[in-house]
């Protein structure tokens, strides 16, 4: 079906600021067996949950300076850590394990966005911004390339599965995850691949070129129910049908970084944006999580 951008974001819709006063906030996500939404403050280094009845709330300092969150098919929190270059997880009694930290044998550069496939593998980016004091720790980077990883359901295998991006980062499959898009800020641009049956990706090429004189740059991004992409970068939230067609965008008044589908019918859009944290209703459900 296609949409017009009025489909997707009605006239009525009003975007919320639900908390503000962060250093630089990232990675969204919705739990819904607990009905609130995790975030991170990179800079502060903290996660941090957000509910309606009261806000947000601290929940673990330090971070490792996180960004990318998603939740396992367990229900288990994972993280992306830039500090410890590492992707984690928090088990059900709070204790906190490395799941990904090398590749072959070498320290992962700093792991930014992360997602769960729907028989349990995780993927994620891995360019070099959390070698640095600000958003991770200084370090000198060990691999040769930003590449994106596959890390097999059992937590055994993780394969590299491309490398010639400059600086991969947000990530998602449509919703019947034949195709995976990953964002490479850099380029301001976005590439889909088909996603083969052993995890692997394959037939690489350009979804949507972003470039703008707007404040920002492609980062973060989600896909609804439709398949219809939603991107963080110049100007807002930028939605963009199938086929790649900019329907329209969520203009922002900060600088937004990414977003995350959320509340009891997964139609809330939220968005973290520079030092605070919006919503925003929309008409179409996103993908759920896990």
Known sequence: MKREFGDIMPKSSKLEKIATGFMFTEGPVWDASQGCLFFSDIPANKIRKWTKAKGAELIREPSGKSNGLTIDKQGRLIACEHANRRVSRTEKDGIIVTIADKYNGKKLNSPNDVIVKSDGSIYFT????????????????EQPFQGVYRLSADGKTLTLLIDDFDKPNGLAFSPDESLLYIDDTARVHIRVFDVQPDGT???????ADLDSDAEGSVDGMKIDSEGNAYVTGP????????????LGIIEMPEVSANVAWGEDDWKTLFITASSSVYKIKLNIPGIKVP
Not at 126 to 141: N, R, V
Not at 201 to 207: D, H, Y
């Open 126 to 141: 891995d360019p070099p911004y959390g070698l640095t004091a600000e958003f991770g720790k200084l370090g000198e980077q």
């Open 201 to 207: 990706i394959t037939n690489g090429r350009i979804f």
């Open 235 to 246: 100007g807002g939230v930028s939605i963009l049908d199938p086929a790649g067609k900019k």
